[in-house]
């Protein structure tokens, strides 16, 4: 079993700055093969994708809300995956969720593409 603990969250003004944090943890879990995404949801709104790394790290994809501001990274040794949010903006405001695929040789927008999940951290963007 994998568990995924997100952190990082939290209050920021419009124009800052957030780096999340996913931690990955669970008996035998190998980061080799493994792809990760970061998902959020609004109030009132479902689940959208924000950004995924393959399991080598060398290919990443974006929603376009988010291209050229976030950044998703990740550290095999120290069993994380990242996510840098620069220049925030008040409809970034929701829960941000890390993820796991077991076949991620390429990342993935969909969320039933992974097979795990975490609990999510607030992110709250002030105008």
């Known amino acids: 079993q994998v568990q995924l603990v997100e952190s990082g969250g939290g209050l920021v003004a419009d124009g800052g700055s957030l780096r999340l944090s996913c931690a990955v943890s669970?008996?035998?879990?190998?980061?080799?093969?493994?792809?990760w995404g970061w998902f959020r949801q609004a109030p009132g709104k479902e689940r959208e994708f924000v950004a995924a790394?393959?399991?080598?790290?060398?290919?990443?994809i974006y929603a376009d809300s988010v291209e050229g501001r976030f950044t998703i990274s990740r550290d095999n040794a120290k069993k994380t995956v990242y996510l840098q949010m620069n220049n925030l903006k008040p409809e970034d405001t929701a829960v941000y969720y890390c993820?796991?695929?077991?076949?991620?040789?390429?990342?993935?927008?969909?969320?039933?593409?992974?097979?795990?999940w975490g609990q999510g951290t607030q992110v709250t963007v002030s105008a």
């Open positions: 993820a796991g695929d077991r076949g991620g040789l390429v990342p993935a927008r969909g969320a039933n593409s992974y097979d795990y």
């Open positions: 669970g008996r035998s879990v190998t980061m080799n093969g493994m792809g």
């Open positions: 790394i393959n399991w080598r790290g060398e290919d990443t």
